[in-house]
């Protein structure tokens, strides 16, 4: 995994009335991967979905929209098995307005240096040392995962305005906190506000983008830097806007200005061999030995090999980069999980 600093898009959807579900496959450049039909959902009634990724329509509630939707995982497997540009998603957007909405979009500051102390972030949250145009009071929240490490989160704004702030501990919520000793994000999620005066944030964050040329690191931090900045107070000024920023916070608020390359990365898809054996041969194998156990080896292999024509892209991914380093001699058996 790589470790350094970086900017994502970890969240996009948009509703659009001149697209066809085929037409939005073909606009992600995914028509090879094995598509499959189920139920809708917001009211769509029918929905294609691969890996995270979601293609809504059918139905008369939604006057003929058809929706997608791609989570954070989603965005990581449109950029391994799809061509893979936001760019140039956004501007098909842009560029057909009248007919597209964007209805989110997250982008997310994946810190690994140190830059978000989270213990600082949370005693100033704590003690109202921070200056916010948010209507609504900050929230820390805090959870136990099944490993016992404790993950703490604080959110500023409303979750289902039109933008919203979080920052949390994001090794030990990936379960990494043991490998990882530092991986703190800070996430934007911008959307079509419900109030009328609050505008469409995430669209025009993308407008700016395709338009005016703007970096994803310049307009993170314009956002971010617009709706929240912690603050030192002051023995002599009662006014908090005049208040100085935060040590802990400082560094992080200039980041786009003393930062002269761009840190916006597409990391795609974290999936590999060792994954790959964890998965079959520890959370499945019980299953996988007692199928061996009844119908024998060759049954199974036999099953196995009809499941090739349909063979799930990021496997064939996998199968592709194994075949490229034994023709490197760079292959590595895996012998442990």
Known sequence: MDLENKIII?????????????N???????????WVETHGFYGWTNRLSFDHISIMYGG??????????????????????????????????????????????????????????????????????????????????????????????VTHGKRDGSVFIRIYDKAVERNKSDEIKHWVRCELQLRCGNCKNSGNRAEEFIRLMVEDNETIDNLYFAVLNHYLRY???SNTDTNKWRFELADHWSDFYNFAETTEKSIYKAPGMEYNAIKLRKTYGERFGGGIYTYIQIFGVDTLLADIEKCKPKLNPKYKLLLAEDEELKKVNCYEPVTSI
């Not at 970890?10 to 085929?22: E, L």
């Not at 992600?28 to 094995?34: A, F, I, S």
């Not at 965005?75 to 307005?97: D, Q, Y």
Request: aromatic share 12%; charged share 25%; proline share 5%.
């Open 24 to 34: 939005i496959i073909e606009l992600l450049g995914m028509e090879e991967c094995p």
């Open 10 to 22: 970890d969240w996009f959807s948009f509703t659009t009335s001149i697209c066809s579900p085929q």
């Open 60 to 153: 008369d509630f939604h006057d003929n929209l058809v929706m997608l939707e791609m989570s954070g995982q989603g965005c990581r497997v449109f950029e391994t098995l799809g061509h893979g540009n936001f760019n140039a998603l956004f501007s098909f957007i842009i560029e057909n307005k009248e007919e597209c909405k964007v209805t989110r979009l997250d982008v997310a500051f994946d810190d690994f240096t140190g830059l978000l102390n989270l213990d600082e972030i949370i005693r100033d949250t704590y003690k109202c040392n921070f200056i916010s145009r948010f209507r609504v009071p900050p929230e820390i929240h805090s959870k136990v995962y099944p490993d016992g490490h404790c993950g703490h989160t």
């Open 231 to 233: 603050v030192k107070p």
